[in-house]
């Protein structure tokens, strides 16, 4: 197989930022945005379909529902940036290349890593193999059709987290006529404050959810699940959403990365191996001075913007800026007309205020739709993408 390479590094500086989800495609707006009028950089956005993935509502799609189709070229049109259509097969840090589909290869000056995570299954044996992840729209596809044909039956959802929650009841108010049983190590909506813990159980218990917290699945079979101590549950069909973890992609590249494949950053997101690197979003380990940053939306933009603004700054002459970010609030939909909003600390820790029922159903509506109409106003004004919760005392060095 040849191999093709392109964008070589003479002349302007080429930014390229791999992954066009959340945290990706903040980074190209930004930059491209930004950099509009500049000779001396170059933007390319590397994503695997021209379609964007709004990843916060694959349960939605797992269920059959139809959402949007938001093109990412056409909202590149005019910046400047270019879109590549590909599947990253490899990084090479040290050379700084990267290969797409196996037979391009593109040379960059600066990398934005953005390429998210996926569901953990390799952790449990048989969950590769049996089950169902919410990983990509061809993977909610598969599990909406599969849902579609079942008729009857166990659905088993493997993990009590955020996604866990939202896709159990996505499932039982679509699918009436299945039995679905949410089975986790804690019991869901344990991070909540009681009221919005209790409100979200009640919820469940409502739609026809049955619980099982404090068990751990030990393994996925064809048609059950074993849990640890060899209990078997019954399952036609079991999604997987307990943990997550990074592509294999970075490790393999000379980045340096943490025990679930992120790489790791310095205060301003550069790789601590290789800081022409930035990586954002959840494919990133970023440390604050409450942690580490857990994958979130709400963070991953964030991210992105920063990077952007870092990478100007730098071609400037300029030194970048440590990145810092506080939580504010803990959506999670409960089926298409309830949800519970826990509003929290910049920790991610809940304080006393929630919101419930349709109210909630609301705000997480609107949380959910936003980003695509935020890219659109940074396009055109990139400064107003640069406003998030910096986190206060909470994420603020100590003197
Ligand atoms: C069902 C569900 C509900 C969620 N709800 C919420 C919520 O309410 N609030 C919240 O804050 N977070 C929520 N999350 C988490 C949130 O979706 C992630 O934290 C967020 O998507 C991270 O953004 P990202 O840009 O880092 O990665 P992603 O959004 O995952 O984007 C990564 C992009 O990279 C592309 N890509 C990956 N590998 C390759 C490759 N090798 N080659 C080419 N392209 C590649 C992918 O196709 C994708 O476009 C939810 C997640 C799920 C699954």
């Given amino acids: 197989m040849s191999t093709r390479h392109e964008a070589g590094t003479a002349g302007p500086h080429h930014v390229l930022i791999l992954g066009a989800g959340y945290a990706g495609m903040a980074a190209a707006i930004q930059l491209a945005a930004r950099g509009k009028r500049r000779e001396d950089v170059r933007v390319t956005l590397v994503n695997a379909n021209e379609l964007f993935t709004e990843r916060?509502?694959?349960?939605?799609?797992?269920?059959?529902?139809?959402?949007?189709?938001?093109?990412?070229?056409?909202?590149?049109?005019?910046?400047?940036?270019?879109?590549?259509?590909?599947?990253?097969?490899?990084?090479?840090?040290?050379?700084?290349?990267?290969?797409?589909?196996?037979?391009r290869v593109l040379r960059y000056d600066t990398l934005v890593y953005g390429l998210g995570g996926v569901a953990d299954?390799?952790?449990?044996?048989?969950a590769e193999d049996h089950a169902y992840t919410l990983d990509s729209v061809h993977d909610a596809e598969s599990l909406a059709e599969r849902l579609g044909r079942l008729g009857s039956g166990t659905v088993v959802v493997a993990g009590s987290g955020l996604t866990g929650v939202e896709s159990a009841a996505e499932i039982a108010e679509r699918h009436p006529e299945l039995r679905v049983?949410?089975?986790?190590?804690?019991?869901?909506?344990a991070?909540?404050?009681?009221?919005?813990?209790?409100?979200?159980?009640?919820?469940?218990?409502?739609?026809g959810v049955e619980v099982r917290g404090g068990v751990e699945v030990a393994k996925v079979l064809p048609d059950a699940v074993e849990l640890a101590g060899g209990e078997r549950v019954a399952a036609v069909a079991v999604?997987?959403?307990?943990?997550?973890?990074?592509?294999?992609?970075?490790?393999?590249?000379?980045?340096?990365?943490?025990e679930r494949g992120r790489v790791v950053t310095d205060a301003t997101l550069r790789s601590v191996s290789h800081p022409d690197v930035y990586?954002?979003?959840?494919?990133?380990?970023?440390?604050?001075?409450?942690?580490?940053?857990?994958?979130t939306c709400q963070g991953g933009m964030p991210t992105g913007v920063h990077a952007a603004v870092s990478i100007v700054r730098t071609l400037r002459g300029g030194q970048p800026r440590p990145f810092r970010f506080g939580?504010?609030?803990?959506?999670?939909?409960?089926?298409?007309?309830?949800?519970?909003?826990?509003?929290?600390?910049?920790?991610?820790?809940?304080?006393?205020?929630?919101l419930t029922g349709r109210l909630a159903a609301r705000y997480k509506e609107t949380v959910t739709a936003s980003p695509w109409p935020t890219y659109a106003r940074m396009r055109k004004a990139p400064a107003s993408g640069a406003f998030w919760p910096r986190g206060g005392r909470f994420t603020r060095e100590a003197p």
Avoid: K
Wanted: proline residues 6%; aromatic residues 6%.
């Fill in 181 to 189: 049983v949410l089975l986790g190590r804690h019991a869901p909506g």
């Fill in 191 to 207: 991070a909540m404050n009681p009221r919005a813990g209790a409100y979200l159980r009640s919820a469940l218990d409502r739609l």
């Fill in 56 to 103: 916060l509502r694959l349960h939605m799609t797992g269920t059959g529902q139809p959402v949007a189709r938001l093109s990412i070229p056409r909202l590149l049109e005019g910046t400047g940036a270019r879109f590549v259509r590909g599947w990253v097969t490899a990084v090479d840090a040290d050379e700084r290349t990267v290969r797409i589909d196996d037979d």
């Fill in 121 to 126: 299954t390799v952790a449990v044996p048989g």
């Fill in 279 to 295: 990586a954002v979003g959840d494919a990133a380990a970023i440390r604050q001075r409450y942690g580490v940053m857990h994958g």
């Fill in 239 to 258: 999604l997987w959403t307990s943990g997550t973890r990074a592509a294999p992609l970075a490790a393999a590249g000379g980045l340096t990365v943490d």
């Fill in 327 to 354: 939580y504010y609030h803990t959506p999670v939909s409960l089926g298409r007309d309830d949800a519970v909003v826990q509003f929290t600390r910049p920790d991610g820790s809940p304080r006393r205020w929630c």
